[in-house]
């Protein structure tokens, strides 16, 4: 599963940089871009810094998720949580999405806003930490965290479809109610 991960992380890599680096989203991305990228390695130069965005996103999103499934099933007596409705499952899962959405975009906004300044062209020359760096300088502080609230709607929305989906195929394959250890 990590190896398809990684696989498909790379092939898109060009894709994800272009759709970064130009306005619109992917279908705005046609193969006429990336004809006139300077190189191979210009297209994927969003490959090394990647995990910086990548890593702190998906720890938050689990982390955060399994959180509030913990605490709001906590503060529930075991009789009320065995009687729980299907629409009181349901809001504390969407729920659990939503401020798990937040949390990571919180988290990844830092390294994205750099990241899409790297694809841009901006910052010196340089190995791929040093430009974070100096670009980090130069932006500052409220400036990685420019554009947050639009992102934590989009990313709170994503992130709640994709647990609420990864709770109907538990609910669905009968598996445990927690994988890591939550009472949930």
Known sequence: MRLAWSLASRALCAKAACAISTPGSFPSCSSK???YRPSFSTSYSYTSPSPFRQIPYAIGQFTVNELCHEVAFRSMSKERRANLSPTAKFSVLLGSGVIAGFAAAILSQPADTLLSQINKGHGPSGSILY???VLAKQTGFR???AGLGPRM???AGLVSGQFLIYGGIKHGARLPK???GCIC
């Open 178 to 180: 927690s994988l890591l």
């Open 33 to 35: 871009h990336f004809s």
């Open 143 to 145: 400036g990685l965290f």
């Open 153 to 155: 709607v989009m990313t």
């Open 131 to 133: 430009r974070l760096g």
